[in-house]
């Protein structure tokens, strides 16, 4: 096995564990998770949902998000905040195409390469990450779960 499959083997675990991750999110409209890994240890994780503290309720009487609900790439790296790791280097997995507001947290934390498993029809935060040289895979994440 040549480290490239090696490494695509890792990539799609990591992204079904992120998965697996976003059923903790209290979200109904959409639940989405995300984990930071470097040297092979998964350093942060997150899902999203309300800042802590806050009622665990993501959407409005009209079932709009509210508007301080926090995503899984947003959550996964502030957390690095209140730790002793930090993101340089890592590569972010995350069930759902990071936004542009997440794209430039991900630019700023260091991160290097972004594996996301589910498009969104707004391209602008993959569009921000290429052009910062971030290498960036998509890897849809419901064939992912009949491999290995």
Do not use: P, Q
């Given at each position: 096995m040549g480290s490239n499959e090696k490494q695509s083997n890792f990539d799609r675990r990591y992204l079904r564990m992120a998965?697996?991750?976003?059923?903790?999110?209290?979200?109904q409209r959409r639940q989405v998770?995300?984990?930071v890994v470097k040297d092979k240890m998964i350093i942060?994780?997150?899902y999203n949902g309300t800042p802590s503290g806050?009622?665990?309720v993501c959407e409005d009487e009209?079932?709009?998000t509210k508007p301080y609900v926090?995503?899984?790439?947003?959550?996964?790296?502030?957390k690095l905040a209140r730790s002793n790791n930090n993101s340089d280097g890592a590569t972010i997995y995350i069930t759902a195409s990071p936004c542009i507001e997440c794209a430039k947290l991900i630019i700023q934390a260091g991160i290097k390469r972004v594996v996301y498993g589910e498009k969104y029809r707004l391209t602008d935060g993959i569009e921000?990450?290429?052009r910062a040289g971030i290498e960036v895979i998509y890897m849809d994440i419901n064939e992912i779960s009949k491999t290995i």
């Open positions: 998965r697996i991750w976003a059923e903790n999110s209290y979200c998770g995300a984990l942060s994780d997150g806050f009622e665990n009209n079932n709009v926090l995503h899984a790439e947003a959550n996964a790296i502030t921000l990450l290429e």
